[in-house]
């Protein structure tokens, strides 16, 4: 500037919270080390000192130069309120005195400065456009163009405030009054509006890092990638199966796991997933047999085959520009390798072409301002902080002055006068920023005044604002949990203003100024008048008035899914695999088969990390692969070797060691397994009269002579006994003149015991096999009418306890073990069972036995059903627990 003044005149509008202070610095010298600066002796406000730091570090700054400081106009008298006492105080640098604080009395019908304490970031903005509607609603001269909203982390409320404003042509007649109010969001990241260049940012991330399977994923999902390979919606959730089954977790082959010393380990990697994928394309894995270190992935259908293509090449293409993106390049190399990434990887539509010419422009900038670099090499970290900073949220003049209400970013200029400036979101620990020196900054170690510090920065934006508001300032925070509802401070400035305001009035301000908000924006706080600080009610929402006056009305009890049981179904056939569905899980059955109502399952994660350990669930379909493959007549190497292949195993001694343990477990099972099962396999078609001209009818496989034996790698337990018994059923009523039997085969219920194996033989059975066949499909009738409360588990538990001659309460004792929750969730939180009996109290236990259910001795349902069922099980059972 000073040497542009040689040439030129030079004109600075400089903006300056105090007249008073600038006079009072006009003599502080030029810039000091920042640790020997005294200027904040000069201040004699206490929110000049604290929040001013860089308006007093710029007047040095100037001071350094020869400058004509002209005077402007002094400024408009202040309004009579607490806004304008505080602007006052702020502009004369000084604190009232006891006489002048003595003459300013606030009252609640002031309502200039407003501090309001949400839960969460949602709440707060459910509030600010009560205010502003409020506000509106108060004063017919005031129009959006009078305010604005200024938020410190844009991004995170620009979608909620998408959500809560301006939606007026798509929510109707009972949507909040707040969608009439058209919005502007400025200083939006570039990646948050251009997906072409969110696609550019993620790929210098991918570059130099591990390429996890979420991360490869979540570039696939960008809308301009998904159009260059055509992934739809269900294909790009097939991809994720895949990336699961084939077991990817991270780097893209062996040779990029070099850099992290693990250049031996190819398991897990993407070469390793898809090499899984594309040998499953010719091959099963049924057939025992893998290509070098490869095992075929058997999930793959022939409409499928394209979809594995196209997944392998986009993989290609990406491994092929990371590739390109290492090393030390002059600058033009980094931008076109960036630029031949993008149109490798990604298409967009010809409406979308601006986007294309979005990126050209940027980068262009981004060559022109680094042309002083020349020649020089930069490395990846350099690039990518030359281009996170020209992509990210900068302050624009586009949606400035519109007529439309502006929210946009805490940024220096953007503090010009209006009649209502909104803080949203001083959060403590979000406001102001944080952040260590870049350790390549030696400047940072001892800055000098007038060099750049982004908390200094944050307070002198927030004061600002605070004499940007000509009528009235609005702040808005988490001041509570949104999930704990705990107390939470307002960010340390908000704190310092509220103090402020506490020796700016006659009496202390804060505690009646800040106005805490409900949880909910039903809560009947929000539609009281004077609950909430006005006189009115807070709200405008229609919605939520409807909701609190339901709040408000006598509670409902939920109600049971059904008060009375269902109209009988049509007689029909039964399924041999319906009726086994049917007692292994009568409320889920309930649900599917005659409410056609499936229990959604939630998807695993996608993980990013090396399996080091694997869970529970995880050991189990290991153990029950392997107990397959040996039971198939694999040897215990060859199953071995087969399993290492899946990917799933942790890497090297510590996936050995796992799979040893499973093969211990596995192991006795199969060889008693293959002992039972001497004779040929075979297949029984069960053909069974229920009377009445229905018929059962389905398939027992699994079938050794005439013994049924099923091998469970889980513990045996009441589903595998109550699965065998409806088969051996079926195959003595189909064939009453053979001796049939099941002996099932598992891992004990308990480790105690030191046993390595389970079972439990049923039969053979007598001539009344079709009798209790029969019984079991009329129990069904009824349970498929209304759930039966026969919880199997729990079911099992009480019948065993009361063929000793237990009492019932005592066996009611053993059940709980069952049924309630403990070291891990009892029957009482399985999803169709709370579904039913949401309240988790044993159903049944109020209920007396109702037609077809009676049982002698039992006077509730839950225990004639139990005894109905089990009993003929158990005493026709021999075997260990």
């Not at 015991?753 to 049923?762: H, K, R, T, Y």
Request: glycine share 8%; charged share 25%.
């Amino acid at each position: 500037l000073s040497a542009l003044g040689e040439h030129r005149e030079v004109h600075l509008w400089v903006p300056h919270p105090s007249d008073a202070l600038w006079r009072s610095l006009r003599e502080v010298g030029p810039p000091v080390r920042r640790v020997d600066d005294a200027s904040h002796q000069h201040v004699g406000h206490p929110l000049l000192s604290s929040l001013g730091r860089d308006s007093r570090e710029l007047q040095r700054t100037l001071g350094a130069v020869e400058v004509l400081d002209v005077p402007v106009p002094p400024e408009p008298a202040a309004p009579d309120s607490l806004l304008g006492w505080l602007q006052s105080d702020l502009r004369a640098n000084a604190e009232p005195d006891q006489a002048a604080r003595a003459s300013r009395t606030w009252e609640r019908s002031d309502r200039s400065v407003q501090v309001h304490a949400c839960h969460g970031t949602g709440r707060q903005v459910d509030v600010l456009r009560e205010v502003l509607l409020g506000l509106l609603a108060a004063d017919p001269t005031l129009e959006p163009r009078d305010l604005l909203v200024m938020c410190p982390d844009i991004e995170t409320y620009a979608p909620l405030i998408s959500a809560g404003f301006g939606l007026a042509d798509v929510v109707r007649d009972q949507g909040h009054p707040a969608h009439q109010l058209r919005v502007r969001l400025a200083d939006r990241s570039l990646t948050q509006t251009n997906p072409l260049l969110a696609v550019a940012t993620a790929l210098l991330e991918l570059a130099g890092g591990r390429a996890g399977a979420s991360q490869v994923l979540d570039l696939a999902h960008a809308e301009p990638v998904r159009r260059r390979f055509g992934f739809g919606d269900d294909e790009l959730q097939q991809l994720a199966v895949w990336v699961r089954e084939s077991g990817v977790r991270w780097a893209f082959d062996a040779e990029h796991r070099a850099d992290f010393g693990l250049a031996d380990y190819v398991s897990n990697t993407w070469q390793f997933g898809l090499d899984r994928l594309l040998t499953g394309v010719a091959m099963s894995d049924d057939s025992a047999t893998w290509l070098d270190r490869t095992l075929p992935l058997d999930d793959v259908g022939s409409g499928q085959i394209d979809l594995v293509g196209r997944l392998a090449e986009f993989v290609a293409r990406l491994r092929r520009v990371t590739d390109a993106l290492v090393g030390a390049h002059p600058l033009e190399h980094w931008l076109d390798t960036v630029v031949d990434g993008l149109g490798s990887l990604t298409a967009v539509a010809g409406a979308d072409a601006w986007q294309s010419a979005q990126v050209q422009a940027e980068l262009a900038r981004v060559r022109e301002s680094a042309r002083g670099l020349g020649v020089s090499r930069l490395r990846l970290p350099d690039v990518r902080a030359l281009l996170d900073d020209r992509l990210a949220g900068r302050p624009t003049r586009a949606n400035f002055r519109t007529g439309t209400l502006t929210v946009c970013t805490m940024v220096p200029m953007r503090s010009v006068p209006h009649r209502v400036v909104c803080l949203l979101g001083l959060d403590d620990g979000v406001f102001p920023r944080g952040g260590a020196p870049d350790g390549d900054d030696v400047l940072a170690r001892d800055p000098v005044t007038g060099e750049r510090d982004p908390r200094s920065e944050d307070r002198q934006l927030m004061l600002d604002a605070v004499l940007a508001a000509t009528e009235t300032l609005v702040v808005t925070y988490t001041g509570a949990d949104e999930y704990s509802g705990a107390r939470r401070p307002p960010a340390v400035p908000l704190g310092e203003l509220l103090d402020a305001l506490d020796r700016t009035a006659a009496a202390p301000v804060a505690d009646r100024l800040v106005v805490h908000h409900p949880l909910q924006p039903f809560d009947a706080r929000n539609l009281t008048p004077g609950a909430l600080g006005v006189e009115e009610a807070f709200s405008f929402d229609r919605a939520a008035l409807s909701g609190a006056r339901a709040a408000a009305g006598a509670r409902v009890v939920t109600p049971r899914l059904l008060d009375e049981p269902l109209p009988a179904r049509t007689a029909g056939d039964v399924s041999l695999d319906d009726l086994v569905r049917f007692f292994k899980a009568p409320a889920r059955a309930f649900l599917r088969q005659r409410l056609d109502l499936a229990l959604a399952d939630e998807d695993d994660p996608i993980e990013d990390g090396m399996p080091v350990e694997i869970d529970q669930l995880a050991q189990w379909s290991v153990g029950d692969r392997v107990l397959r493959d040996l039971l198939g007549g694999m040897s215990v190497e060859h199953a071995r070797e087969q399993e290492w292949r899946r990917g799933v195993l942790p890497p090297k001694w510590l996936g050995w060691r796992v799979l040893g343990d499973l093969l211990r477990r596995a192991e006795p099972l199969a060889v008693e397994g293959r002992r039972m099962r001497t004779l040929e396999p075979r297949a029984v078609e069960v053909d069974v009269d229920l009377g009445d001209g229905r018929r059962l009818r389905g398939t027992v496989a699994q079938v050794y002579g005439d013994r049924l034996v099923p091998v469970h790698y889980s513990r045996l337990g009441a589903s595998h006994r109550m699965e065998a018994w409806v088969q051996l059923l079926a195959l003595a009523a189909t064939d009453d003149d053979r001796a049939w039997s099941a002996h099932a085969i598992g891992r004990p219920t308990s480790s105690r015991g030191g046993a390595a194996l389970a079972s439990s033989q049923l039969g053979p059975l007598d001539h009344r096999a079709p009798a209790l066949l029969r019984d079991l499909v009329a129990l069904r009738e009824i349970g498929l009418a209304a759930p039966l409360p026969l919880p199997l588990k729990s079911s099992l538990a009480y019948a065993r306890a009361r063929r000793t001659h237990a009492p019932v309460e005592q066996a009611l004792d053993k059940v709980r073990w069952d049924w309630e929750d403990g070291r891990f969730p009892g029957e009482c939180s399985d999803p169709a069972h709370l579904r039913l009996w949401p309240d988790k109290r044993l159903p049944g236990l109020d209920e007396q036995p109702g037609p077809g259910e009676e049982h002698a001795g039992e006077t509730t349902r839950f225990g004639a059903l139990s005894q109905r069922v089990w009993s003929p099980l158990i005493a026709a059972e021999q075997g260990s627990w």
